[in-house]
């Protein structure tokens, strides 16, 4: 036995204490993040905000773009928990018009979201670069349940079949993300939040869809719900592996 083995466990009161006060950083975190943009944000910020030392901060998250970067994974598990509920609730949340059109309008009611993606263009730039040195394994993750959703689709006549699932996904993305990234810069020209999303769903079901039987929704919804279940447990286990609770 080593003397890792036998040290005493930690009291299950004490990891209760260190997660609640992981969690109150990433809400200080989060909150500066919507408020001043990540420049101008420090770690002594987010400190001060969240009532603990600097230092406390340092033994939950190794460095600031760590920290942030757990702050958008956190939002994005939100995002893609609700999915999963209303994809429970009704199947037909799985067509990929019903995905654009929700994903459009929780970004605008998700502050951290709002903020990167509509608010500071370098907040926006600096995170993206740090997600892709750091977290690239998640990114590929996420890259594939999204490809493995329009496959499910296609298997159910639900999507057209002329181009390939990665054109198809690529085409999807680079849709839903014009809309959202366009608004900054004219905003004068924003439709009304509904009557946008409701454009994005009607741009993506005449580019992608095909008319479905309801059996066959039905049926694809189980499998597209168990692929985001998995992508949101990689997004919790993320957050804690960055926590270190």
Known sequence: MT?????????ASTRRDRERRAERILDAAGELLVSWG????????????????KGT???????????????????????IERFTLGVRADPAAVLLSSVARSVYLWMHEEPVF?????GDGDTLGTLSRSAAENLPGLLDVRDRALLAHVEVLREHGLVRTEQSPALQVHAYESILTGFVTIEPLSPSTVPALDDNADMIAHVVRSAFELPGRSESVRAAA????????RLLDRLNQEIQRHRRT
């Open 38 to 53: 990540y420049p101008r944000v420090t770690v002594e910020d987010v400190a001060r905000r969240a009532g603990v030392g």
């Open 57 to 79: 901060v340092y033994l939950h998250f190794s460095t600031k773009e760590l920290l942030f970067l757990a702050v958008l994974i956190r939002a994005e598990a939100r995002i």
């Open 222 to 229: 189980p499998r597209v719900n168990e692929i985001y279940q």
């Open 3 to 11: 003397d890792l083995d036998s040290r005493p466990a930690e009291p």
């Open 114 to 118: 709002r903020a990167t993606l509509l």
